[in-house]
């Protein structure tokens, strides 16, 4: 996504913004903010963005002015007008300080307690308590947009005047998208919440911004990116009160934003060069990317990975050893020294002036091109010849938006059962994207429209207003402000008749059962391991075997012992039903041969299952019962199709899940609807996967949603907060000491690069520590390497890669050790944590394409 977003909090949360700002004035021969500040160490100073300008310190401030860091502190930390110093409405929330929660505790300290054990409790409660640190009101939200990675690396090597252009049309576009949220985004509610009252979602007059340009990623490669730090503070329209910018339309509108950007950047970069755009594929996960035709992705590759910085690094260490030494170092010695590369080249953010940041990026780019970067970018312009088409609104034929409008509907409902205004507006800007038009008036005119002809095509599903609102509380179009635009819900007929044929099979009791002399022999009696079954367990397989219901459900939460009961109505069923009576489907491969492994039966993910029925005609049994595990991740058709099928064979279908987990990937959400609308739907309740008893309570509420469980968990210190490089290092290395002791962790990252440079510093830790001996290197899909000894895990499913004895193949998620690495780029694997058996062979091709370090 090429706009991102994150919460700015009270008091010092913008500094972070100011760290890189040149402190000197810098060379002022050129004219754009952003090269005012060529040979200047740092980043140019904030300048201030946003309609609410004039309603602060009598107007003295305007759109493009220098934010200067006391203003910044006054309205971003502090919630004051930063000329004046005068409050905006009300202060911000103030959570208790770690000495005052310090004080607290220690004066509810037992006064009996001896002078020795009392100071052991008063460390023990301040060493908490100042890691725990103290929570911050939200102040702002900061906004970063970020041009696509071929446009940075050209706009990198450009000449100083085409740099300026191109950071024009930046400035240009986000200019743009911050009007668009002031205009359709932007509200505050006022009035009482609650059974005694309503809330309004009125406008405001505009939002109050600073922005921050940046040049370069951490990692020193050209990404010229904006921070623009919107304040919490905004003036309502309807009484002229200073009130809070109501943050759930700005989350929820995060990802229409960021593809209004991609497009409307496109639009003024084609209407200014006249060069084409090309989409470009990332991988099986994520969404093709727009970038620069002429833009070579070997340049694109070039500014997108670390492995220059490592390599520039490694050489200076061999050169040290040569002369520490007097000798070359040995192969695994120089595999060590690498591994001390990337642990010191490690991303920290370096200030450097855009003229040493160019001329270095120059430099790489022309070894990749074999000529000189700048007479290249050069080309591009030349190239491009003649001015491309540019549209205008009155050329799209309304027959057109119609036609994308239910375009967008049919790709939407792909992965949504439901869906609100947003998600429809994103949809259509992507459709969009390959068109250019001649002005953001012209773009937005017709996304809108196409938005309107999806919404026209969509099913509401919210009922309209039943009384009409004052007139003080209405919208020019007539629609009541009590209500939020992007807050109705819809769907399509499709989806909605399909989830009654789900009710009308649930519903359903001509299934095959199970008898109750069975059943209660099979919960009497322990399993083959002594377990025995709880009383919640029991209750559910009782009702599960003897419903009759075609489509049935158990809902159970994490480690509510789901498993246990699966196995235990497996063995009644096949008392009763004979051997192989029951088989097990999952939506993911991996969840389906955990369930295989767990339950000893056939199982299948229901896409390869529902191609191999069309293919070869395979279908259920009469009597069977068929256990799909994870139905909160199936979609609605999926599940409507393989029931469908269920129901015409005489088989019963069980879904197993929990409906407070993650929905489907595609449509779905059909698993919680047939959960609620039983009163008597099979519940597992006790959890036994924690030791603590607190614990499982709040592992419960949190579950159901319940705030005070989030309190609950940072009062335990299970949550953290912190700048992002902060909390990425504190996690790291909680995950480094989980391993060193024995314990079985998963360390979670955010975005893809992220986990890219956390699996480097975790191989370069393991094998200067002598976990891993290196050898003979292969790299990666991720551009990173690995050897014997590396744990790697493996991103597409390929039943043609098969173990010696045909048991194991190669499925997407599954993580493997890697026992051998051939001269021709292939791979020897073995699943992770076995010693013997069940090694494969992965061959160069699918390692370099679909391979990464686990």
């Known amino acids: ?49 946003g309609s ?7 107007g003295e401030l305007a759109e493009g002015g220098q934010v200067s860091e006391a203003q910044l502190q006054l309205l971003v930390g502090m919630g004051r007008d ?14 208790a300080s770690v000495q005052e929660r310090v004080d607290q505790r220690v004066a509810d300290l037992n006064p009996e307690l001896g002078p020795v054990s009392r100071a052991e409790q008063v460390a023990a409660i301040e060493a908490e308590e100042a890691e725990r640190g103290t929570r911050r009101a939200v102040a702002g939200y900061d906004l970063t947009f970020s041009v696509p990675k071929s446009l940075s690396a050209w706009w990198g090597v450009a000449d100083a005047g085409t740099q300026s252009l191109i950071a024009d049309a930046h400035h240009q576009a986000v200019a743009e998208v911050i009007a668009f949220l002031e205009r359709e985004v932007a509200t505050t509610r006022v009035g009482a919440a609650g059974p005694e009252g309503a809330v309004a979602h009125v406008d405001v ?13 951490r990692s020193g490669d050209p990404q010229l990116h904006t921070h623009v730090a919107v304040s919490n503070k905004v003036l309502t329209v309807q009484d002229q009160k200073w009130r809070t910018l109501a943050g759930r339309p700005v989350h929820a509108s995060v990802v229409a934003l960021s593809e209004l950007y991609n497009a409307t950047l496109a639009d003024r970069i084609t209407g200014m060069f006249g060069i084409e755009w090309e989409a470009r594929e990332r991988g099986r996960d994520r969404n093709p990317a727009w970038e620069l035709a002429p833009v070579p992705e070997e340049l694109v590759a070039e500014f997108s990975s670390r492995s220059r910085q490592i390599e520039e690094e490694k050489t200076r260490l061999i050169d040290s050893y040569r002369a520490k030494h007097g000798r070359e170092p040995s192969a695994k010695t120089i595999l060590k020294l690498r591994a001390q590369a990337t642990l010191a080249t490690r991303p920290e953010k370096r200030v450097q002036s855009l003229a040493a940041l160019t001329a270095n990026w120059r430099h790489r780019a022309g070894e990749i091109l074999g000529e000189d970067a700048t007479a290249w970018a050069r080309t591009l312009t030349t190239a491009a010849g003649e001015q491309a088409a540019l549209l205008r609104a009155d050329d799209v034929p ?26 429809l507006h994103s949809e259509a800007s992507r459709q969009l994207m390959g068109v250019r038009f001649a002005s953001s008036e012209d773009r937005e005119a017709i996304t809108g429209l196409v938005t309107d002809a999806a919404e026209q095509a969509s099913l509401r599903l919210t009922p309209p207003e039943l009384s009409s609102s004052p007139l003080l509380f209405r919208r020019p179009d007539g629609s009541s402000r009590f209500r939020h635009p992007s807050a109705v819900l819809y769907s399509t007929e499709e989806l909605l008749a399909a989830e009654d044929r789900l009710l009308d099979r649930s ?27 709880g009383a919640d367990q029991a209750d559910a397989l009782q009702r599960v075997a003897m419903s009759g219901r075609v489509v049935d459900v158990l809902v159970g939460p994490a480690g509510a012992g789901k498993t246990t009961a699966m196995s235990a109505l497996k063995r009644a069923w096949e008392q009763q039903h004979g051997a192989g009576s029951v088989v097990g489907l999952a939506p993911s491969e991996n969840a389906a041969q955990v369930l295989g492994e767990e339950l000893g039966i056939e199982t299948e993910n229901t896409a390869r299952w529902w191609q191999m029925h069309r293919l070869h005609d395979t279908t259920f049994d009469k009597d069977q019962l068929v256990i799909l595990d994870e139905a909160s991740l199936a979609g609605t058709g999926s599940l409507d199709r393989i029931t469908g099928l269920a129901e015409q064979t005489g088989a019963k279908v069980l879904l197993v899940g929990d409906w407070s987990q993650l929905q489907a990937v595609d449509a779905g959400g059909a698993f919680g609807m047939l959960v609620h609308d039983r009163d008597d739907a099979p519940e597992l309740t006790d959890v036994h996967r924690f030791t603590q008893s607190w614990e499982r309570s709040n592992s419960l509420a949190l579950r159901h949603g319940r705030i005070p469980a989030i309190d609950t968990l940072i009062e335990h210190d299970r949550v953290r907060g912190g700048e992002q490089d902060a909390m990425v290092d504190a996690a790291y290395t909680a995950w480094r000491e989980d391993l060193q002791a024995g314990r079985a962790s998963i360390l979670v990252a955010e975005t893809r690069d992220t986990v890219t440079q956390l699996n480097e510093r975790a191989r370069a830790d393991l094998i200067l520590d002598g976990t891993i001996t290196p050898g003979r290197e292969v790299t990666l899909r991720d551009g990173t390497q690995a050897s014997k000894g590396d744990r790697v895990i493996t991103r597409e499913n390929d039943r043609r890669l098969r173990s010696k004895n045909g048991k194991n193949w190669v499925r997407n998620g599954d993580r493997w050790t890697i026992t051998a690495v051939s ?11 076995r010693r013997f058996g069940g090694s494969l062979v992965l061959p160069a091709a699918y390692v370099a394409d679909q391979v990464e370090l686990g």
């Open 398 to 423: 309304l027959d057109t938006i119609t036609d994308l409008g239910q375009s967008v509907v049919a790709v939407v409902g792909e992965k949504r059962s439901t869906w609100r205004r947003w998600n």
């Open 52 to 58: 609410g300008l004039p309603y602060l310190g009598g």
């Open 1 to 49: 996504m090429t706009v991102s977003m994150r919460v700015m909090s009270a008091g010092d949360g913008y500094e972070y913004l100011l760290r890189t700002v040149a402190a000197g004035d810098g060379d002022r021969s050129l004219s754009t903010p952003l090269t005012r500040y060529y040979t200047e160490e740092g980043t140019p100073p904030g300048f201030w963005m």
């Open 205 to 217: 007059a505009g939002v109050l911004a600073t922005a921050f340009d940046h040049y370069d990623s």
């Open 507 to 533: 519903h359903a009791t001509t299934g095959p059962t199970v008898e109750l002399a069975t059943v209660e022999k099979i919960t009497s009696r322990p399993d083959a391991e002594g377990r025995r079954l």
């Open 823 to 833: 001269s021709d780029g292939s791979i020897t694997v073995r699943p992770a944590g």
């Open 82 to 95: 930063p000329i004046t110093g005068e409050p905006l409405g009300e202060a911000y929330r103030r959570y």
